[in-house]
């Protein structure tokens, strides 16, 4: 057994530290989804994750870092939709196709649903920017997609590029305040319904 | 001239100041929504008004009036939309219709925004009830068009009524979030392009 391999048997501290960093962030941002993040205080999360209120300091400073990682990692994970439809070479069906679904799968998940539950004044100026540019890219690419679907003779004229990305956005931002409770709807159907149910809308 | 038409030459006080009433609540909602509730001041819409704050005490005794006054209008709106939905012998397709123009029209209004713009903090029990309950009607209505509109071969069997549902009331309700400004898109357009694309979205 080599060095390194008797290294990797066991994971570095650093490791372990920032999945258990990461789960502070997680289980925080959950209950202030489900209880609103006034109302939800640090002793709530410890209990929640069965550890002392000390433990949680040694990860965060306060709940305010919670939720300031929790809309950070949110955002990169829309950045990194946006991304990968702009790297992408599909049709304009697909496109819309691939934004729906990747965002469905977002905004069901807590860090996901936390971006339009989280209310506008707790926001920092900062974050308030970053998120809104991320959102603004998102609706310009299915708006794009919807007037070079048309072009394409893939969508039907009627359809207006900015309701059109209105109604999709609504639909996937809604979902966090109906998908609640002990037996959510699995992320992927809904998914699937938004997809067919949009996809067949657009179409010639 | 008969007694009766000399009195209706003028409005009689009780009606002007009824107008006068519904000018204080409709323009309060309006700042309410566009500033938020803590922040708008009877001295705000007082300004708005062009009229001094011990006018606006005529009318109504506090900001909270004008909120639970606002909302409980608007809840008898939707209530009006679900009366003429059930009373109504549409086919499938048609109940939804109607309910999507009916929704998108109240909800491009200002007492319509205020039902979605407003904290759910900010409501009383009262009010969170009778909403929850006015919503979930019309949840069932679009629901059961659904599994009719399935039963009748006018939908398609792949479209789930619950998902369905949450789809177009969440494209409808997150239209107060993004048609503000000195422009917004008319009411119109919005209830038709969301007609014909979740229309054609649901048909065999």
């Known amino acids: 057994m080599s060095n390194d391999q008797w290294h990797d048997v066991v ?15 997680e289980t925080g941002v959950r209950l202030f989804n489900e209880n609103g ?4 205080s640090l002793d709530d999360l410890a209990k929640s994750l069965g550890i002392t209120k000390r433990t949680i300091y040694y990860y965060v400073q306060c709940k305010d870092e919670i939720l300031a990682e929790a809309l950070r990692q949110s ?14 070479t599909c049709s304009a069906v697909d496109t819309i196709e691939v934004i729906i679904d990747a965002y469905a799968r977002w905004i069901a998940t807590d860090l996901g649903a936390c971006l339009v539950l ?4 707790m926001l920092t100026d900062e974050v308030r920017v970053e998120l809104r540019a991320t959102k603004q890219q ?14 394409a003779g893939e969508i039907r004229e009627t ?9 999709i956005f609504g639909a996937l931002n ?13 992320a992927s159907d809904i998914s699937d319904q938004f997809k067919r149910s949009f996809i067949q809308g657009l179409r010639r």
Do not use: H, M
């Open 11 to 25: 994971e570095s501290r650093e490791a372990q530290r920032r999945k258990k960093r990461q789960a502070v962030i």
């Open 159 to 167: 359809c207006d590029p900015r309701l059109t990305s209105a109604a």
């Open 118 to 121: 989280t209310r506008e004044n």
């Open 37 to 40: 993040f006034e109302k939800t």
């Open 75 to 88: 955002i990169q994970a829309l950045e990194r939709i946006a991304w990968t439809v702009e790297n992408d």
């Open 174 to 186: 809604w979902v966090p305040y109906w998908n609640r409770g002990s037996t959510p709807t699995p």
């Open 138 to 151: 998102l609706d310009r690419l299915i708006r794009k997609a919807v007037t070079e679907g048309i072009e």
